[in-house]
């Protein structure tokens, strides 16, 4: 039967553990192997593997800074294509087409591009105070 000092020793047991843990930084870097993953073309079922490595967050906000362009009167506005095509070129390193050129990115039809941009970091995480907002609005 476990009493009630038990229980409190447990826990303060748990809490030295989860306080004598040091902060380790690697446990944030990027790996700099590839990742290979089996992509499919959904209205094809055709699959192909590509390698690819993740941005850091850097880079990733990098990208989407070159993606946003201001106007005149300090309005925004954001091109997702710029970015997709962006991140695709530097994510993607080895692939049935061999190098992700902007040619390339160019030349492929949607079923193709819809499997690819599935590689993609979201480049705005949804806010729900924007979601209520847009609800009011509509």
Do not use: H
Request: charged letters at 30%; hydrophobic letters at 35%; a negative charge.
């Amino acid at each position: 039967m476990t009493t009630a000092q038990d229980a409190f020793n447990d826990e303060s047991k748990a809490q030295e553990v989860t306080e004598t843990k040091e902060f380790n930084f690697q446990d944030y870097v990027i790996s700099q192997e590839p990742t290979r993953i089996t992509l499919t073309v959904p209205e094809t079922n055709e699959t192909f593997e590509v390698a690819y490595k993740d941005l850091s967050w850097s880079r990733r906000n990098q990208i989407l800074s070159r993606s946003i362009t201001w106007d005149t009167n300090g309005s925004t506005a954001f091109d997702g294509d710029v970015y997709v095509r962006s991140c695709l070129k530097e994510m993607i390193i080895e692939a049935p087409w061999g190098r992700t050129t902007e040619a390339f990115l160019l030349s492929i039809d949607k079923r193709l591009g819809a499997a690819l941009e599935d590689l993609v970091p979201k480049a705005f995480e949804s806010n729900p105070l924007t979601e209520v907002e847009q609800i009011k609005k509509e």
